[in-house]
């Protein structure tokens, strides 16, 4: 089971559930590539009725601010006290409910700040999501990308279905893999709470509440490809999804067509009419390996980080390597590769971390490095065009994301390894080392991943090594008065700022995280267990 501590609609309503487990004594769990579990469990007295008494004992913790939640509290106070748990082994009710708290505790978890207790064990309250499924695979794929597909833009309705392209980094280099998944029967969360509970539900999706695959357990699929070598970084290009290229420990980039397993796992109907034609011929068949870049002078001869397609130019591909060589690769149609050196005048001050292309000017990208510098190339010439410090005390920038909407492309988005996320204005960089325009030193730990949603200029999503996820929306404004009011109510809520709108926590080293461009409002995050796939309860105000 997972923590999850969910703050909706902050500076209006700030809400926070979460139940502790106490000498909990939780199931092994089989890790697989092919299947899936969600951990999906209400963090309501309801639901814990349910179970056996013993040792464990579950204490609710609720938070509620903004006026009205004395009126919400009492209601959930009666919806308690008006249950009856079922007993599985009949036992009288009365002494029962006497082993269970008499009175609520209740608390904020601050992640960094407080600790939980030895042998606790937390839980996420449903009603904070509107979809959340842990999917679990053999060995980490701490890299992944959105394999985007041709069944519809902005989709809400459940069941859902996704797929990614992952590279693994097994203990054993020959059980690495790289490939393709689909998850599939991807439910809406909130039922799994009280059936008694309305939440509220936009009026095109009502029809769903009747569809009986809405209660089906996840599935997840893949078509895997098994390599010696463990997997850095994980891109699909743009124009065509099923081109996978792959940064690996070898040092070397390798890309791959999967069209043909993706066919498999979207359309096997259709594609075992195209085998049968062709006498199994296309059964077994390997993806084809389409180009590797070289282990010399003339690629790499080192293993890197900084991976990305143009979004603008087909085929076109940046790649920069922990010795700060950066280089900028073309595939054409026909199979040829050209590439260019664009550190012949001197590589990047340090191991290239990240690199992002611009969504408005077809030749630009910037990378970020472990020395704590940030650059801006012209893939048409050699050398950095404008290099500037992204940190003001000299660590490593670990991420950067580059606003893909038109009128905030000037709007960069790095993260740090001092916990800290930065933006800046690239109109600015080239006047020397400008200050960043905002700063943010909330998180406590390595920040690991960030990524500007696809539909709302305003939001980033940021993953960081104190094992969460934050949603941030910079449209919103302090309200100083506000505050001082929250923080004499709650001094505990004092240090949270403004623009945070949602946590999910209780990840295991979360690396990479990406906004589903297809499913509005939704976020995958990779860690050491797999790939955590959930929606906040608040995902329409956040996407507006």
């Not at 209006?12 to 979460?18: D, L, P, T």
């Not at 407080?114 to 999917?135: F, N, R």
Request: overall charge negative.
């Amino acid at each position: 089971s997972k923590a999850t501590v969910s703050v909706l609609n902050w500076g209006i309503r700030a809400a926070r559930h979460y139940t502790t487990h106490t000498n909990a004594m939780p199931g092994k769990r089989s890790a697989s590539a092919h299947k899936s579990e969600s951990r999906k469990r209400s963090a309501s007295v309801k639901s814990a009725g349910k179970r056996r008494r013993g040792d464990e004992e579950e204490v609710k913790m609720m938070v509620e601010d903004q006026a009205g939640a004395d009126e919400f509290e009492d209601d959930v106070s009666d919806e308690f006290e008006d249950e009856d748990p079922i007993h599985e082994d009949g036992s009288d009710e009365d002494a029962e409910m006497d082993e269970e708290p008499q009175e609520a505790q209740r608390v904020v978890y601050r992640p960094g700040i407080d600790e939980m207790p030895e042998g606790a064990e937390m839980t996420y309250d449903s009603a904070a999501y509107d979809m959340y499924h842990k999917l679990e695979l053999d060995w980490p794929c701490l890299s992944f990308d959105i394999v985007t597909d041709a069944h519809g833009a902005a989709r809400q309705k459940y069941p859902l279905t996704c797929y990614f392209a992952c590279g693994s980094q097994a203990a054993e280099g020959e059980k690495n893999y790289v490939g393709i998944m689909k998850g599939s029967s991807l439910c809406r969360t909130r039922f799994d709470g009280d059936e008694d509970e309305d939440p509220e539900v936009d009026p095109d999706e009502e029809e769903d509440d009747d569809d009986e695959d809405n209660d089906a357990d996840p599935i997840l699929e893949s078509k895997l490809t098994h390599d010696s070598a463990a997997f850095n970084r994980i891109r699909c290009m743009p124009q065509q999804p099923t081109i996978l290229a792959a940064w690996t420990d070898l040092g070397t980039v390798k890309i791959w067509d999967y069209s043909d397993q993706y066919k498999q796992l979207d359309n096997p109907a259709e594609w075992v009419r195209e085998n049968a034609a062709m006498k199994g011929a296309k059964a077994g068949a390997p993806p084809p390996l389409l180009f590797t870049t070289p282990h010399s002078a003339e690629g790499h001869t080192i293993e890197g980080f900084g991976l990305g397609w143009s979004p603008l130019k087909r085929g076109v591909l940046a790649t920069g390597d922990c010795e700060g060589q950066v280089r900028v690769w073309s595939l054409t149609e026909s199979g040829t590769v050209a590439s260019s050196n664009l550190s012949s005048k001197g590589p990047a001050p340090g191991s290239v971390e990240d690199i992002k292309w611009s969504t408005v000017q077809e030749n630009m990208f910037i990378c970020c490095t472990a020395g704590g510098q940030c650059q801006v190339y012209d893939a048409r010439a050699p050398g950095a065009k404008v290099t500037w410090n992204g940190t003001q005390n000299g660590v490593d920038v670990n991420v950067l994301d580059w606003n893909p909407h038109k009128k905030a492309s000037h709007i960069l988005a790095t993260g740090n390894d001092d916990g800290s996320f930065l933006l800046w204005d690239l109109k600015m960089v080239g006047k020397g080392n400008p200050p960043p325009i905002q700063t943010y030193t909330f998180l406590n730990s390595p920040v690991t991943s960030v990524e500007w949603n696809p539909t709302n200029e305003n939001l980033l999503a940021v993953a960081s090594d104190d094992n969460q996820v934050t949603l941030w929306d910079f449209s919103v404004e302090r309200d100083r008065e506000e505050e001082a009011e929250l923080a004499a109510r709650h001094p505990e809520l004092a240090k949270f700022p403004a623009q945070l709108m949602f946590q999910h926590m209780g990840l295991q080293s979360p690396k990479e995280l990406h906004w589903h461009p297809q499913i509005p409002g939704t976020v995958l995050v990779t860690d050491q267990q797999g790939v955590d796939i959930f929606r906040p309860a608040n995902w329409r105000g956040l996407i507006r």
